[in-house]
C-alpha cells in the first residue's frame, strides 16, 4: 500500500504501530514524483510515495535524548544551528545557552512512537536555520561515515504550524563538500569548490506525518555559482544528515523515525 497526502494509511516497510520496520525484507515498485537536482515531491504532502522495505533506523527518538542509536558504527548527537539574527527553538548549545536538543512527546502519539524532534523559529534575515545530527561524531569530532551500503535516507515529517514553511532543505555534507573532508575551499576563494555547499534535496511538508524518501541519487550538489567537483555524492565518506531552512522562512517541523534503506 502507498500513502497518499492526506490520505490512507496502511504502509510497506512499517509494523502496526507506524514505525519503520527494522531489517524488514523484500522490495516494492512504486511511484515517487521526484527530479534531479532534488526538486522533489518524494516527501511529507507530496504525493504518493511508497516506503521502502529494508531499513536500518539510525534514531527513532523514543529513548528521549540527544543521541542517535549506537549501531552500524554510527555515534552522534542531534543539534541546532542558524545564522544569529532570528530566534530558534531549540536555542544553538553555547556556554550561555546550555541546553540540549532532545525528543519532545508527541501531543497525540503516532501509533507507538510517543517522541519526535520539534523545531520552530522564525526572523533569520541572512541565510537561515536548521538541525541535524553527526553520523560518525564521537567525544565531540567529526568523521567520516561509511553509508556506500545504502540506497538513501527515509523519515517521517509534518508540519507544526499550518502556516508554516512548506518545504524544508535535506543536507548530505560529504568529503567533497565538509571541511572535514580536506577537499573544498573553506576561504572563499575557490567559488569552483566552496565549502558547505551540501548535497541537498527539497522535501515537501503537510499538517499530517507523511514519510519522506531520499535516494541517494536524487541529491544534488551546486548551489549558488558553485560548480560540483563530483558527478555523486562519496558514500564511503558523510558526515552528517541536516534538516534547513533559507533566510525569511518561518518554520515549524517535527521529524521521526530517521533511517538508512537499502
Known sequence: MTLTAGGCTTL????????????????????????????????????EVVVPTDVELI?????GDSAIDEAGGRVGYWYSFNDGTG????????????????????????????MAMHTFGSGFTEWGAGFGFA?????????????????????WAKLGDAGAATTMKVNIPDKTS?????????????????????????ARLGTAWAPVVIPFEELARGG???????????????????FGFTEGQDFDVYIDDVGFYR
Open 224 to 242: 549558488g555559482d558553485a560548480e560540483p567537483t563530483g558527478e555523486a555524492i562519496d558514500l564511503t565518506g558523510l558526515f552528517a544528515i541536516e
Open 87 to 114: 530566534t530558534q527553538t531549540p536555542p544553538v548549545y553555547s556556554d550561555e545557552n546550555p541546553v540540549g536538543f532532545v525528543p519532545e512527546a508527541l501531543a497525540e502519539p503516532r501509533g507507538e512512537s510517543t
Open 178 to 202: 565538509d571541511p572535514a573532508g580536506g577537499i573544498c575551499d573553506e576561504s572563499g576563494e575557490d567559488v569552483a569548490n566552496p565549502c558547505f555547499d551540501d548535497w541537498s534535496f527539497i
Open 12 to 47: 510497506v516497510g512499517l509494523d502496526d504501530s507506524y514505525h519503520l520496520v527494522d531489517g524488514a525484507g523484500g522490495a516494492t515498485g512504486g511511484e515517487a514524483d521526484a527530479g534531479a537536482g532534488g526538486e522533489a515531491g518524494t516527501g511529507a504532502g507530496g504525493g
Open 135 to 155: 553520523l560518525n561524531g564521537p567525544d565531540g569530532g567529526l568523521l567520516a561515515y561509511d553509508a556506500s551500503a545504502y540506497s538513501g535516507i527515509v523519515f
Open 59 to 63: 534514531d527513532d527518538m523514543e529513548d
